[in-house]
């Protein structure tokens, strides 16, 4: 259903193969479609002067991603989006999540961060599927404005409850929600999310009985730290 097709659930490398190579990178990338996932999930901020893979607004040690530049960040293992979505494996599906979070350095109230990634978002759907996914509800509602062709995901943490996540996507036109494995009710919630029409990807999936269930729910995704893991389970 939506982004990910009707052979639910595809498997979503989180951050790509993170037990394999180093997260984020164009290595575990690789290492996640070796190992049988359909789709990674990749995190997009903003720098100095340009866009950067990472999870983090700060390296390892202690560098500001929004105080240094892409060729700063280079030299200290930090990939460059548009590099990595430009290098990833033919077919391969990814879920840009869009990182600008209240408090965070690099948090940007005028949605710089949406209106960056918008153009590289609408090149890679030229040529792999693509999602936009972002736990800030502004953000998920500006990729819409500066890339209306992309869908788009709202992401939500352990304590919301789906359905009252499911209200928040309706409201920024969102056609994916992204549920925690852990929000309460999440099982008996999947069927009435996918009714209102939204594909349904929950993350982090790691172990395989929760796997199971929730593709018996009806889950369209599972984004996960260990992707052969699922790809072997769901088999």
Not at 71 to 89: R, Y
Not at 118 to 130: D, E, K, Y
Not at 199 to 225: H, I, Q
């Amino acid at each position: 259903m939506g982004p990910f097709g009707p052979e639910g659930p595809v498997v979503v490398g989180h951050r790509g193969a993170p037990r394999r190579a180093p997260e984020n990178t164009a290595a575990s990338f690789a290492a996640a479609a070796a190992d049988g996932a359909t789709w990674v999930e990749l995190d997009a901020r903003r720098c100095a002067d340009g866009l950067v893979v990472a999870h983090d607004p700060f390296t390892a040690g202690g560098a500001v991603l929004i105080d240094r530049t892409v060729a700063d960040l280079a030299a200290l293992g930090v990939e460059e989006l548009s590099v990595v979505l430009a290098g990833l494996p033919p077919g391969l599906g990814v879920d840009v999540e869009l990182k600008n979070l209240p408090g965070e350095p690099d948090a940007d109230d005028d949605e710089a961060l949406a209106a960056q990634v918008a153009p590289l978002l609408v090149a890679a759907a030229a040529v792999r599927p693509v999602v936009a996914t972002s736990f800030n509800p502004g953000t998920v509602a500006a990729v819409g404005e500066h890339a209306p062709g992309i869908p788009r995901g709202f992401l939500s943490g352990p304590g919301l409850k789906p359905l009252a996540a499911l209200e928040v996507a309706g409201e920024v036109g969102a056609t994916v929600l992204c549920p925690h494995v852990d929000a309460p009710g999440l099982d008996g919630a999947v069927a009435e999310i996918r009714a209102a029409g939204l594909a349904v990807l929950v993350w982090t999936v790691d172990d395989p009985a929760r796997a199971t269930a929730l593709a018996a729910a009806g889950a369209d995704a599972l984004c996960t730290n260990h992707p052969a893991l699922l790809v072997a389970t769901l088999r």
